[in-house]
């Protein structure tokens, strides 16, 4: 399976990125655990990453685009689920551009919709809970602000090209990981057996009663 996430801030990138991991037996590839691994361990890319990190701001797109390459050289011929990357139109365009070069395209864009008051109640209590320099109101406010205005117009170009899924992650996270394991399995079903299959975006937010519990009504 060969899926990559895009989502605001909070929306579960990491629990469901790692769940479909596990599930599928690919790496996590997440670029934000791969930046700060990079901070704590004080290397001299660290050092400069950090001032993106601490401000909300996204780090210039070499470094990640490096970083996801060299996961992607390790991971070649399997599957990954990418969390983290893209997040501008120009990082899709490069990540495109790798995948194809390392045949390696995705077989699906997971959205996970969240609307912005239950993304920040997540983020504030995240930050209660673990020490990351990015959680602060100000800093989260400035995040969901450029989710907004260069990552979720991203979504577009993906259902385009036919591999967009979006899913309420509203609901708990086990219901939403339920639903997405059912979402990828059918995907990679339909995209194994004709990888050029041309289709239309699947929207799933209003599927959340059947995975046991009401769909939200307020998500973007
Ligand atoms: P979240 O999506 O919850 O904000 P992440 O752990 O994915 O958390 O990212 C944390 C920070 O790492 C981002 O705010 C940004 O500064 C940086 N970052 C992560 N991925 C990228 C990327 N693809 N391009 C630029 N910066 C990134």
Redesign the pocket.
Known sequence: MKVLMIA???AG??TQGRLIAGHFGVPHI????L??DHVTRETELGLEIRQ??DR????P?EV?LEMVRGAFEQARGGGYVL??????ME?ARALYDIAVELDMTSQVALHLQVADAELVRR?LTRAAEQDRS?DTEEVIQR?LELYYEVTHPILDWYGERGILVSVDAMRPADAVGRQILTTLTVMQQMTDADPDVTRRPIDLTGLGAAFGAEASEDVR
Do not use: S, W
């Open positions: 605001p801030p909070g990138k990491g997440a670029t934000g655990d930046l700060r993106f990190l909300g701001e996204l780090v797109d990640v969390d983290g990357i893209p997040r501008t990082q983020l990015d995040r």
